[in-house]
Structures are given as C-alpha cells and as structure tokens.
C-alpha cells in the first residue's frame, strides 16, 4: 500500500495555499500599518494605532507555519515508508508530481530539502 500520487498532490497543494495565507497574513499588518502612519490626522492617527497594536503583534509574533510541520512531516513519512523509495525526491520523481515552492519550503522548514526539478515552475 503507498500514498496515491494524487492524494499526495492534493494535500501537498493545500498545505501549500494554508503556508502561503500564512506569509500574506504578516504582508497585510504591513501595509495596513503603512496606510495608518501616512494619515494626516494625529489623533485618527493615534486611535487606530492602540486599537490595532495588539493584534498587529500577536498576528506577526504567531508563526502558524510552525503548526502545519507535523503534518508535513507525517505526509512524507509515510509516502516514503509506503512506497518503498529512499527520499522524497524518488517519491516524487518516479510518481511524476511537482509541487508547489510553498510546500517545498514548508518540507525545508522540516529538514527536508526538494529538489528544483520536483517543483513546479510558475
């Protein structure tokens, strides 16, 4: 019994789109902090600044990336103990999957580097 291919694209893909909201989420405080510190209007100004500082901290200090590891980890575990192959890189080759560069820099983050040739290029 292996990892079908496709559910591996599948997951590999979604975890990908949950990394990259994730990265958007810290892009977006920036420009909403870029956006309230050009107001012409000091104490508009300062009021928006204390009713956002906290959330703009725990938004940008939370690395949520950080929850989705074991699951990355667990995914290529298993292809690999299924399937037989020595590393990720045959899984994918030999099953001809390219996978997103978010998912492969979520399998950095776990220790497992993905090679150029098993990503797909945008």
Known sequence: M???PDLYLNLS???GA???AIKNAALYIDEINLIIIQMSNVEAKLDLMRNIKNNNLNI???NQSENLLPAVRNLNERAIMLSGYDNINDYLLYNNILVSQEWADLCSQTGVEI???NIVTE
């Open 60 to 62: 940008k200090q939370s």
């Open 115 to 117: 090679n150029s040739s």
């Open 13 to 15: 893909n979604s975890y």
């Open 18 to 20: 949950a990394f990259r």
């Open 2 to 4: 292996t990892i079908d």
